[in-house]
């Protein structure tokens, strides 16, 4: 195995960036905010499923109680780690096949 190709490196870095850039947008499109979950949003059909899947309340660690916090006081620095390590792994991933069809067409 040798060393990674500039289209990895590239997509690892551009992958990681983005995603860690583009989270805080996704979550407040989709609902979740400071104020809290807006209505008739992603957010409140995702809290609506939760809170009948548990009896009548949301979860506190559930995916909405994490996404809400996250809309509300932005990510933490472990979520902000995961976010960038998730991005990181798919911009590798495109890159390297980027990398790999340069490669066959030679």
């Known amino acids: 195995m040798g060393f990674p190709t500039a289209a990895t490196v590239i997509g690892v870095t551009a992958g990681a960036v983005g995603a860690v850039a583009l989270t805080p947008f996704a979550i407040a499109m989709a609902g ?3 104020t809290g979950i807006a209505a008739g949003s992603v957010a409140a059909g995702m809290m609506s499923s939760s809170a009948v899947a548990s ?3 949301v979860a506190a660690g559930s995916l909405v109680a ?3 916090s996250a809309g509300a006081a932005g990510l933490s620095a ?3 780690a995961g976010v960038a ?3 990181g792994a798919a911009g590798g991933l495109f890159g390297g096949a980027v990398g790999l069809l340069k490669k066959m067409r030679r």
Do not use: M, N, R
Request: charged letters at 0%; hydrophobic letters at 45%.
């Open 32 to 34: 979740f905010s400071a």
């Open 55 to 57: 009896g009548g309340g």
């Open 66 to 68: 994490l996404l809400q």
């Open 78 to 80: 472990a979520a902000t």
């Open 85 to 87: 390590s998730v991005g």
